[in-house]
C-alpha cells in the first residue's frame, strides 16, 4: 500500500502562484510514475502534469510554460508550482502514484483562483 498526502492548495488572485505538494509513503517503488491530476465541478478529472522515475516529464497544452513538476526522490515527493494561475485552473488536484501496477490516489487538495 502506498499513501499520499497532499497539500498546498488554497484561494489565490488570478496572476498568482501556488505550489502543491505529494508525499508517499508505505510500500515504495524505486520505478514509478507521479503525476498530478485536476477535476473541476461537473469536469471530468485531467491529467495536468506528470513525472517518472526516470525523469520524463509531461504536462497537458494549457498549463505548458506556467506549471512546472519537480521531484524529490529521496524523499518521495513531487511538487507542482503553478505561476500565472488562471481562473479556469480552478479545481481540485489529486496527486496519482503508480508502480507500474497499481494506481493510488491521494485525497485531493483544492485549488481557487478568483478572477
Known amino acids: 500500500q502506498v499513501q499520499l498526502v497532499e497539500s498546498g492548495g488554497g484561494l489565490v488572485q488570478a496572476g498568482g502562484s501556488l505550489r502543491l505538494s505529494c508525499a508517499a509513503s508505505?510500500?515504495?517503488?524505486?520505478?514509478?510514475?507521479i503525476g498530478w491530476y485536476r477535476q473541476a465541478p461537473g469536469k471530468q478529472r485531467e491529467l495536468v502534469a506528470d513525472s517518472n522515475s526516470a525523469g520524463d516529464t509531461s504536462y497537458r497544452d494549457s498549463v505548458k510554460g506556467r506549471f512546472t513538476i519537480s521531484r524529490d526522490n529521496a524523499n518521495n515527493t513531487v511538487y507542482l508550482q503553478m505561476n500565472s494561475l488562471k481562473s479556469e485552473d480552478t479545481a481540485v488536484y489529486y496527486c496519482r502514484y503508480y508502480n507500474g501496477r497499481t494506481s493510488y490516489w491521494g485525497q485531493g487538495t483544492q485549488v481557487t483562483v478568483s478572477s
Open positions: 508505505g510500500t515504495t517503488s524505486s520505478i514509478n510514475a
